[in-house]
């Protein structure tokens, strides 16, 4: 029952928003079991009625009776059942005696009438309800499934990045998908099971009652006997299935990372060795699967041993203190009914038990707290200039390890600011803590002299436009992927063609299958580096924000596409604050001033010429590059001369 408990504390709240149909499936869901179960007392009456010895016959006035004779009939009046109990139950069922046929009665058109349809008529009045209960029901679970997985999307969207860095993908798909439709299983079957098949017991049990309560007590003995093997069987099914959903999680993150480094996999000749570990991890699967298939499939045999048990039991009693036929049908068919409901009674702690992991997880999601928190409530920022500040900033990914220490910087509106420095400096925290990606360990980020994290988040993302080596493009139209720059206010198609033609892409654009309209395959992988790059500064210039954020934007394109590539992003910098990240640092050579960060601290500051002049860390990477000041500045004026 606890896990239960936990399940639906979790849906709960799903469930109250369609309470409407969620309760008509739960009132319908007992009228099927009390309909079901009315197929006992109503075969107990259609056998009777046939066993004439069951009907009562008239003696003839004439015939003597001995005092003997008497006092074995009040005798044997007193043990069979009291006169008021005989009565109520002929009283229950007077009503139907004119429609239904009689033993040793002449037969008139509604007695036909009624034997013919008693018994379809009770089965269409249980099937419909049933239908219309299960209808409700799965409609509920839709519902509720569609809102969860709504709710789990929106909450990762709501998640910092460092949550992301953790996680793993297989682990993130494994909320939206599988962990979801798990609960989906539960909340349409598994909730009609727990209303129809406790009730439906109760109801066969009473109409048992009814028929002889000590054939039914003596049944009842036999049912404490299921649940034992039920309980320790369970145990195992839940064991067997959270380390069967654990190893499905390796097995989809080995699948999507055989998909996701598919080149490298074909370049070093791997798909031998992937196929091999998959195939471990499939086993591995197979075997707890196959487990706790057996143990479940263990209680059918096992129920159905302690159920014949019963029913032989009964026919032994019922012969042995000559019980009548309607008797013994009336409970050989209440057995029968009964088996189902209990079979799902003893299996729902097995099937509920498979659902601890997804509801763990769905759980601790749902309590999990971001790190990096945006109030909406907070000021928002206008479309003023900003000013943006570093201010004694420390920040660590893991505790104990700092990436900057003690950073300040000042960006006023239309400086451009170059960052150099060797891998793991720290450039690329700066871009994250820019973004607030992530917030300072100590320190501040500040806009306009306000702390970051008091301003509403998405008025300050309006300013920034970012530009990086790992264009993100999606599996949508070219059009489509470049208007998703500014989707608080989609551009027109006239907007979407004009950045493009900024952006040096227009003429490519044209030239694919349908245009604007081509869709360009999962991360843009139908196009070139260089065509991809020029859609993602087609996207910055529809976004047309006042900061400019180029993070190695052309580190992985060659000299043409590089050429292209940069000519563009000249033309977006123009009268935008900038903040440039490069490794080819002939690149930076137009900022009004660079940066050169060394594990986490600013060892140079100047500009391009100054920093070269210094002889320092900056002029010693540019040698290893080959450049050399005269020859840039040379090649410069030759670039403006053309």
């Known amino acids: ?79 069979v059942e009291p006169d008021e109990w005989a009565e109520w139950k002929e009283e229950a069922w007077s009503w139907l005696d004119p429609w239904l046929p009689m033993g040793g009665r002449t037969m008139d058109w509604r007695q036909y009438v009624g034997g013919f349809l008693l018994l379809p008529v009770l089965a269409f009045l249980r099937g419909s309800v049933n239908y219309i209960s299960s209808y409700y029901s799965a409609w509920v679970a839709s519902r509720v499934v569609m809102d969860m997985r709504l709710d789990v999307f929106a909450k990762l969207q709501t998640m910092s990045m460092d949550f992301f860095q953790k996680e793993k993908r297989a682990e993130t798909l494994g909320r939206v998908n599988a962990d979801v439709f798990a609960l989906q299983s539960v909340m349409q079957l598994g909730l009609q099971d727990l209303i129809k098949a406790p009730f439906s017991v109760l109801m066969i049990l009473f109409f048992l009652v009814m028929i002889d309560w000590q054939l039914t007590l003596l049944f009842v003995i036999f049912l404490p006997m299921i649940m034992i093997p039920v309980i320790l069987i369970s145990k195992k099914v839940k064991k067997r299935g959270v380390a069967s959903h654990k190893l499905h999680e390796t097995t989809q993150s080995a699948l999507i990372e055989g998909f996701a480094n598919m080149r490298v996999n074909k370049a070093y000749n791997l798909h031998d060795a992937h196929l091999r570990e998959f195939r471990e991890r499939l086993v591995g699967v197979r075997g707890l699967e196959l487990s706790s298939i057996k143990a479940r499939n263990m209680l059918n045999p096992i129920i159905e041993f302690i159920t014949a048990m019963g029913v032989g039991t009964i026919i032994l009693f019922i012969f042995a203190t000559d019980r009548s036929v309607g008797d013994l049908t009336g409970f050989i068919v209440g057995l029968g009914m009964l088996f189902t409901p209990v079979k799902k009674l003893a299996g729902l702690p097995n099937y509920f038990a498979s659902m601890h992991r997804p509801v763990e997880r769905l759980t601790s999601l749902s309590e999990m707290i971001p790190s990096v928190i945006s109030n909406p409530k907070a000021p928002q920022l206008g479309k003023e200039p900003i000013t943006l500040a570093f201010e004694g900033v420390d920040f660590s990914y893991e505790e104990g390890n700092l990436v900057l220490e003690k950073f300040d910087l000042n960006l006023p509106p239309g400086f451009r600011l170059g960052l150099a420095g060797h891998s793991g400096s720290g450039k690329s925290t700066i871009i994250n803590l820019v973004f607030r990606f992530y917030d300072p ?190 020859t840039l500045q040379a090649g410069q004026r030759d670039a403006a001369t053309s």
């Not at 608080?488 to 063609?497: A, H, K, L």
């Not at 490794?583 to 060892?603: K, N, P, Q």
């Open 441 to 630: 360990s100590r320190g501040r980020v500040s806009v306009n002299g306000k702390d970051l994290r008091e301003l509403e988040l998405g008025s300050y993302l309006e300013h920034l436009a970012l530009v990086s080596q790992d264009v993100l493009l999606f599996n949508l139209t070219v059009a489509e992927n470049i208007a998703l720059g500014r989707s608080s206010n989609p551009p027109s198609r006239e907007e979407i063609v004009e950045a493009a033609k900024k952006a040096h892409a227009h003429e490519f654009i044209e030239a694919l299958p349908q245009g604007y309209d081509t869709t360009i395959g999962e991360r843009g992988e139908r196009l070139s580096g260089g065509q991809r790059q020029r859609l993602s500064i087609a996207r910055a210039f529809v976004r047309n924000a006042p900061i400019l954020v180029l993070d190695e934007a052309t580190g992985a394109l060659d000299a043409e596409a590089e050429a292209i590539v940069q000519q563009a992003i000249d033309e977006l910098a123009e009268n935008r604050t900038v903040i440039c990240i490069a490794h080819r640092l002939s690149t930076l050579y137009s900022m009004d001033e660079i940066l050169v960060l060394e594990a986490g601290r600013t060892v140079e500051r100047g500009t391009f010429a100054q920093l070269l002049e210094n002889g320092g860390a900056f002029a010693g990477m540019a040698a290893r590059q080959g450049i050399q000041l005269d």
């Open 1 to 79: 029952m606890e896990q239960v408990s936990k399940i639906y504390r979790f849906g709960l709240p799903y469930l109250w928003k369609y309470r409407t149909r969620f309760v008509l499936s739960i009132l319908l869901g007992f009228a099927f079991a009390t309909l079901n179960a009315s197929f006992v007392p109503v075969t107990k009456l259609l056998v009777d009625r046939i066993d004439v010895r069951n009907q009562p016959v008239e003696k003839a006035a004439t015939e003597p009776v001995s005092n003997a004779s008497q006092a074995e009939a009040a005798s044997e009046a007193s043990t």
